[in-house]
């Protein structure tokens, strides 16, 4: 057990209180959200002109209802995103710039966790960052929270020696309910290793202390699938504490996932322990096309949505599914607007709205 799971567990024992944090629901009320603008510097200027227009669209769908926090890779990157928004006639009013060096754009999981203290306080928590398991570069991503904190003067919890965690590998209901595949946070596979040695029970007292919850719900997942591993946000996600959008039992098989999961994950209970209510999203009724017309080998997935203040940002593929999939998501988020995100090019490189997006929570920032 490492030393940071023995003090805890020491503070336990003698019945002194360890601070913990939780991690307030994506639904909850935004000061911004977070983007990492795909460049050219690490996949070529091809990767870039094809998957910015999704960028150029969120940021114009986000942006009258909170602050847009864009990281650059560099100066002359800010500069042409700025003519980039100016020519697509996106309003800069509520659009802020901070320059660091990225690898790649998954800001879900490699930026900061916004939580909050037991005072309401927000802060971050930097998790470690391996790239998925070391299958790609990841030392600048790694580096995005550090950076964000000295930035913003926020306190920052350094947990990259204690555990290695992505934003997407876990889902919460923001009532004490944590659910994670373990092929993406606890597989000890080669080439899927996030963290060496860890058991199921120290992970679960990190996400108990620095996600506030009680109550961690595992699918077994499956290694190797995809980069991720299968991450969690891919298939389903908690609407509230009583409800989670998924998807058919037929589409979560073709997906890759065991009967056991479907069964594990259409059974959960909530923290009270009542079953989830669940709504099911169709998969695309058709394999997706990249907007380019190369054929891919998958149909996309609607699951992998963003909660914004006034929106609901839903991957769309040029798909007869995507109306279908709006409207269900639209009727769960009355007061938010559905925009539909053309996905197709970024879905190319095994991800959706929900992985390239990060949410800071409004409130007081823990200086």
């Not at 940021?59 to 560099?74: C, F, N, P, R, S």
């Not at 800071?360 to 920032?365: K, M, R, S, T, V």
Request: hydrophobic content about 35%; some cysteine; glycine content about 8%.
């Amino acid at each position: 057990m490492n030393k940071l799971l023995t003090l805890a567990f020491i503070l336990s024992f003698t019945g002194i209180m360890a601070q913990t944090y939780h991690f307030p629901e994506e639904s909850s009320k935004h000061e911004g959200t977070w983007l990492q603008w795909p460049h050219h510097y690490q996949h070529g200027t091809t990767y870039r002109q094809r998957v910015e227009q999704t960028w150029i669209d969120m940021t114009k769908a986000l942006q009258a209802g909170e602050k847009v926090h864009i990281i650059a890779y560099d100066t002359t990157e800010k500069d042409r995103i700025i003519r980039t928004l100016e020519q697509n006639k996106v309003p800069l009013k509520n659009v802020d710039f901070r320059i660091y060096p990225t690898d790649d754009v998954w800001i879900r999981d490699n930026g900061p966790i916004f939580v909050k203290d037991a005072k309401g306080n927000i802060l971050i928590e930097d998790w470690g960052f391996n790239g998925w398991g070391e299958k790609f570069d990841f030392e600048n991503c790694d580096k995005i929270p550090q950076q964000i904190g000295k930035d913003l003067g926020v306190q920052v919890i350094n947990l990259n020696e204690e555990m290695v965690n992505e934003g997407g590998s876990v889902e919460t209901d923001g009532n004490g309910v944590l659910m994670a595949c373990k092929s993406s946070v606890i597989s000890q596979q080669k080439g899927a290793t996030r963290n060496k040695g860890i058991t199921q029970e120290e992970a679960e007292e990190m996400f108990e202390t620095y996600y506030g919850v009680s109550k961690v719900i595992w699918l077994d997942g499956v290694t190797g699938l995809d980069v991720t591993d299968m991450h969690i946000d891919g298939f389903m996600k908690f609407v509230n504490h009583n409800t989670m959008i998924t998807m058919n039992e037929e589409d979560l098989l073709e997906l890759g996932l065991s009967d056991k999961d479907v069964n594990t994950l259409y059974t959960a209970s909530n923290a009270n322990g009542k079953e989830y209510k669940k709504v099911y999203l169709p998969a695309t009724k058709n394999k997706v096309k990249t907007a380019y017309g190369k054929q891919l080998e998958d149909k996309g997935s609607y699951v992998n949505y963003y909660v914004a203040n006034n929106v609901v940002l839903v991957p769309n593929y040029g798909d007869p599914n995507d109306s279908v999939a709006n409207k269900i998501i639209q009727d769960h988020y009355p007061g938010r607007k559905v925009v539909g995100i053309d996905v197709r090019n970024l879905y190319e490189n095994g991800g959706m709205v929900h992985c390239v997006t990060q949410q800071q929570p409004a409130g007081n920032l823990l200086k």
